[in-house]
């Protein structure tokens, strides 16, 4: 096996030491305020986190670091969870492409957290499971494409950042168009971001719209002309890595119902689901996905139906192990600072972000052949 040098050194204990120091003091005000942790962000760059998974198909890349250091900022914040995902996507778009150009001067920068950014690929997905049209529309001109349209969500965006989309292209004589995939600078001419907020939860995940006005994307920033090919490779990394937000913010429910096992214990030993149901049902989940995280370039079917179901499984026991920790906690759960209802309203995040559950479902049932 061709063993890739690492872009970064990973350091563990800096890890925790962003996570309970920096991260874990300052979650409320990331809820409440809707404020964006950029330096936290950048600290877990310093510390290796965005840099373990990047050896590329040949490398010998294994996911476990990438999906263990997300879990560990979402057990805190699920905002922040999901902007590591963001990050380790991106790299991982860069990382599991020929472009020798992103993978020389984009690349390394990323693996650092010295520059930000994620991935617009909802809308493209949803578009190639047939859920909704494409939004961003290209045409081939000297040297690159010409885009536009609008992408309504991409986070952990800042203004020098850059995000992995696609677009379809027109083929003359043709019906279906020609899917493109490519790494996008947010400074661009023609790109307007403007942060959208407007959720129940998640508002310090810097999450903008996207306008395209005849954005020209050179040649060298492509990852994938025609894209389905990088698809497939990229696609099982992509599904797996969000199983680190939902391990993290399963791990802080359990921990939210044993802390009030002494004051509460002898009436909540009722309540039909206890800590040990939850931590069963999370232990066998974290070994499949972690198991699965050593060989992430598997492109067959059976590999990614297995994904699938584990990213399922990931998203709905999110979402049970926050109601259940809400129901163990009681009022203390509720009230405007309790970790329990903030919790329940970042797990739902798991269950809706791309692929949903519903999307989820639809691609299990035309891989089992039900659909
Ligand atoms: C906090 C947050 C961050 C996100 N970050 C990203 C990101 O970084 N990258 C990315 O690609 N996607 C991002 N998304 C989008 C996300 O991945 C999903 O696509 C989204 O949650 C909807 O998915 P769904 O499959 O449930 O679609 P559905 O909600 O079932 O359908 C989505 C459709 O509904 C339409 N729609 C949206 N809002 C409204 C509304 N208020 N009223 C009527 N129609 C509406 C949309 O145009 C879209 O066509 C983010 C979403 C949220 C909430």
Redo the contacts with the bound molecule.
């Keep these: 096996m061709n063993v890739v040098a690492p872009l970064t050194v990973y350091d563990p204990d800096e890890l925790e030491r962003v996570s309970a120091d920096l991260l874990a003091p300052i979650v409320r005000k990331i809820d409440d305020e809707r404020i964006y942790p950029e330096d936290i962000m950048r600290a877990y760059g310093a510390a290796g986190a965005y840099g373990t998974h990047l050896a590329g198909p040949q490398g010998g890349t294994d996911l476990t670091t990438a999906i263990l250091a997300m879990a560990r900022a979402s057990e805190e914040c699920l905002s922040t969870g999901?902007c590591v995902w963001?990050q380790d996507t991106l790299g991982w778009y860069i990382a599991s492409s020929d472009n020798d150009y992103l993978k020389t001067e984009i690349l390394p920068k990323v693996a650092r957290g010295q520059a930000l950014g994620?991935?617009?690929?909802?809308?493209p997905m949803?578009a190639m499971g047939e859920?909704?049209p494409m939004r961003l529309k290209g045409e081939r001109v000297e040297g690159g494409y010409r885009v536009k349209g609008l992408?309504?969500?991409?986070?952990?965006l800042v203004d020098d950042g850059y995000f992995g989309t696609m677009f379809h292209v027109e083929v003359p004589g043709s019906d279906t168009p020609k899917r493109v995939m490519a790494i996008i600078h947010a400074g661009w001419d023609g790109i307007k971001l403007k942060l959208d907020h407007e959720?129940v939860a998640?508002g310090g995940?810097a999450?903008c719209n996207v306008q395209f006005r005849d954005v020209f994307v050179p040649d060298n920033f492509l990852l994938g002309d025609p894209a389905p090919a990088f698809i497939r490779r990229i696609r099982p990394g992509f599904t797996l890595l969000q199983c680190g937000m939902a391990a993290g913010i399963i791990k802080n429910c359990l921990e939210l119902m044993k802390q009030v096992e002494g004051p509460l214990g002898h009436v909540n030993k009722y309540l039909e689901k206890q800590p040990a149901d939850i931590e069963a049902a999370y232990d066998a989940l974290v070994a499949d996905v972690l198991e699965m995280a050593k060989t992430p370039y598997d492109e067959s079917d059976a590999f990614y139906l297995r994904v699938l179901k584990a990213r399922l499984a990931g998203g709905e026991l999110a979402v049970e192990a926050a109601h259940w920790a809400q129901l163990h906690c009681g009022a203390r759960g509720y009230v405007t600072h309790g970790a329990a209802q903030r919790r329940l309203r970042e797990a739902y995040?798991v269950a809706?972000?791309?692929p949903?559950t519903?999307?989820l479902r639809k691609m299990i049932a035309e891989l089992e052949g039900t659909a």
């Design positions: 999901f963001c994620g991935t617009g690929m909802s809308n949803k859920i909704e992408l309504p969500w991409v986070s952990n959720f998640m995940t999450t995040f809706i972000v791309t949903a519903k999307h």
